[in-house]
């Protein structure tokens, strides 16, 4: 990043936290953050200036705790996600976060729910896995895992892309309308 002031950081923030589709990587949002509290004295500050919760500030922050090497991945926007970066901030050892970057990085498939399997393939135990989704899920959301095999996983896909949802869209829709007829729940 450039030599920054305080325009240019609070122009980099209005410009990319309200964005599905960001035009810069989180590192150089996460240098701004880090310089406008410097500036304004709090996480808090920043905040209520940009209009973000300090939750937020904090997860643009934790891209900077992270190893040099995956930093590097992040400026390159091979790593684009906040809540991949929150994944692999929750591993301890940096020696793993950098080899659950790199098995991210390298997976076809860039769904946040793969870096859970990524962290089980970087042979973290039982207890750190749990520890790693327990901190990293918001709370009052419960997350369930169902296996499909591969028939059944592409007819889910098919039917979703014809009622224009995503296939989580879908199978969520399935268990309520069933949970409904089955007189379980009266959920709208």
Not at 21 to 37: E, F, H
Not at 92 to 120: E, G, N, W, Y
Request: proline letters at 3%; charged letters at 35%; a positive charge.
């Amino acid at each position: 990043m450039k030599t920054i002031d305080e325009n240019s950081a609070l122009a980099i923030l209005f410009a990319n936290i309200r964005r599905k589709k960001r035009s810069t990587d989180l590192v150089t949002i996460a240098k701004a953050c880090k310089y406008l509290i410097e500036l304004y004295g709090s996480q808090k500050s920043v905040a209520n200036k940009v209009g973000l919760s300090t939750e937020m500030i904090r997860e643009f922050l934790t891209t900077l705790r992270l190893p040099a090497k995956i930093q590097r991945l992040i400026s390159e926007r091979k790593i684009d996600s906040i809540d991949i970066v929150k994944e692999i901030s929750a591993i301890k050892d940096p020696s793993k976060q950098i080899a659950v970057a790199h098995l991210f990085t390298s997976s076809l498939s860039k769904d946040v729910r793969d870096i859970k399997r990524l962290i089980k393939e970087a042979n973290l135990s039982i207890e750190d896995a749990r520890k790693t989704v327990l901190n990293a899920k918001p709370r009052g959301l419960h997350i369930f895992v169902m296996d499909f095999d591969d028939e059944m996983s592409r007819a889910i896909k098919r039917y979703s892309k014809t009622l224009k949802m995503r296939p989580p869209e879908l199978v969520r829709k399935i268990v309520i309308d069933w949970l409904k007829k089955k007189s379980i729940i009266n959920k709208k």
